[in-house]
Each structure stands twice: as structure tokens, then as C-alpha cells.
């Protein structure tokens, strides 16, 4: 089935410990994307990448780190810099021929809780 | 950078009632989406709207485009238990060095109550 897969589906870390969360998709989709979700404050985007072996930070990149090495991957490091990382995390990616504005497809979500 | 706003946050109605969501952007979008995430799930594409002006229905959702195109709505008419959840607009930055960064606005969470 094509989709996009995001494991674990819970993860559990000490506080100071670099965390990475998996983001695989087989839908042959150019463009990638990480939001943090937190409750009452809706999808906030930390990463995007629009093609392979390049990516821009979004509005809450402090404190986490991507790369894109494949086009069907985008794993996300939660680094001990992020002061508050305990969130819903949701990877998505979209067809992105140039100059059209597709749906943006999600994965089930990784809910990362820090102690 | 662009920012998306919707309001309100929260609503809560009886089953029957109407329900609507308004979406304001701080640019000029070149398109909005509407999105539902239903409780403890992942956000779903409704719809896309992208001409100034346009509206499309859905059953007994309505979505609005704003003539300027920095605003929209969702309107429920009728709401039934189903459709409970939280409802985002998304709109895409349409050039130089934000192309392609999808904006979530805040989302507005719907209760019903049957």
C-alpha cells in the first residue's frame, strides 16, 4: 500500500538524550514535512524539504536537525538543545511539481515523551 | 513570514447546530486548504480552494475563498457527532526562499454534543 510511515508510534527518552524520528514515504512525492504538535497551538512546521539533499528550516527549527539523504526518507533528530520536546510529532509529504499546490499527505504520528 | 490565523479555538454546539471557522492570513495566499484531524488521529485534506471568490460544498460543508484571498471559511451546517475534531486551513508560500513551507493556522477544535 503507498502511504507515509512514521515509527515508533510512542518513544520514550531520558532528558539530555538526541532522539530521531522516522519518516519513510512510498508515494514518490518530492516535497517532505515535520510539524511539532502541542495542544491549542495547531501544526507548527520545524523542517521542509521541497527535493532531495536540500531543506529549510520552518518557524520552530531551534533545537532539531534533518536530512534528506533519499527522496523517500526525512528523519527528524530531537537534539538535548530543544528546551521542550515532549510534543506529537507529524512527518507529511506532497507531490511537488513546480508551481502546483498539492495535498499534503500525513503519517500516523510519533508522540515523544522526554523524562 | 506568513502567518495563518483561525479562530475561534475551541466551539462546542448541540447536535443540529451550525458551526463555522474563519481563517485569515497576514499575506495574500496563492491557494487555502481545509484539513480535519479527528481525535487522537492524523490531519486528512478536505478540499483546496483557489480562485478569489470560490466556494465549494462538500455534502453540508461549505468553503469560502476570500475576494482578496487572504481569508476563508468553513461552514458545517447541520453538525452530527461524526463530525467532531479539529479543523486546520494550511496555505503555501508562493515564492523565494519560503516556496513550498505549508502554514497551519492554530486550528479549531469542534465538540458536539448529541
Known amino acids: 500500500d503507498g502511504g507515509i510511515t512514521q515509527s515508533p508510534k510512542y518513544l520514550f527518552r531520558k532528558e539530555g538524550q538526541n532522539v530521531t524520528l522516522s519518516c519513510e514515504q512510498n508515494?514518490?512525492?518530492?516535497?517532505m514535512y515535520w510539524y511539532r504538535q502541542d495542544p491549542g497551538q495547531g501544526l507548527r512546521l520545524i523542517y521542509y524539504?521541497?527535493?532531495?539533499?536540500?531543506?529549510q528550516k520552518g518557524d520552530i527549527a531551534e533545537g532539531y536537525s534533518v536530512s534528506r539523504e533519499k527522496k523517500e526518507s526525512f528523519p527528524l533528530t530531537v537534539t538535548s538543545a530543544q528546551k521542550n520536546p515532549t510534543a506529537f510529532y507529524l512527518c507529511?509529504?506532497?507531490?511537488?511539481?513546480?508551481?502546483?499546490?498539492?495535498?499534503?499527505?500525513f503519517g500516523q504520528g510519533t508522540r515523544l515523551t522526554v523524562v | 513570514g506568513q502567518q495563518v490565523m483561525q479562530i475561534p479555538q475551541y466551539q462546542h454546539v448541540q447536535e443540529g447546530e451550525d458551526f463555522t471557522t474563519y481563517c485569515n492570513s497576514s499575506?495574500?495566499?496563492?491557494?487555502i486548504q481545509w484539513y480535519k484531524q479527528r481525535p487522537g488521529g492524523h490531519p486528512v485534506f478536505l478540499i483546496q480552494l483557489v480562485k478569489s471568490g470560490e466556494v465549494k460544498k462538500q455534502k453540508r460543508l461549505t468553503f469560502q475563498f476570500g475576494e482578496a484571498k487572504k481569508n476563508s471559511s468553513l461552514h458545517i451546517t447541520a453538525t452530527q457527532t461524526t463530525d467532531v475534531g479539529t479543523y486546520f486551513c494550511?496555505?503555501?508560500?508562493?515564492?523565494?526562499?519560503?516556496?513550498?513551507?505549508?502554514?497551519f493556522g492554530q486550528g479549531t477544535i469542534l465538540t458536539v454534543h448529541p
Open positions: 508515494l514518490n512525492h518530492d516535497a
Open positions: 507529511a509529504s506532497r507531490d511537488a511539481l513546480w508551481g502546483s499546490n498539492t495535498e499534503a499527505f
Open positions: 499575506t495574500t495566499l496563492s491557494n
Open positions: 494550511a496555505g503555501y508560500s508562493a515564492g523565494g526562499t519560503s516556496y513550498g513551507k505549508l502554514t
Open positions: 524539504s521541497q527535493i532531495v539533499n536540500d531543506f
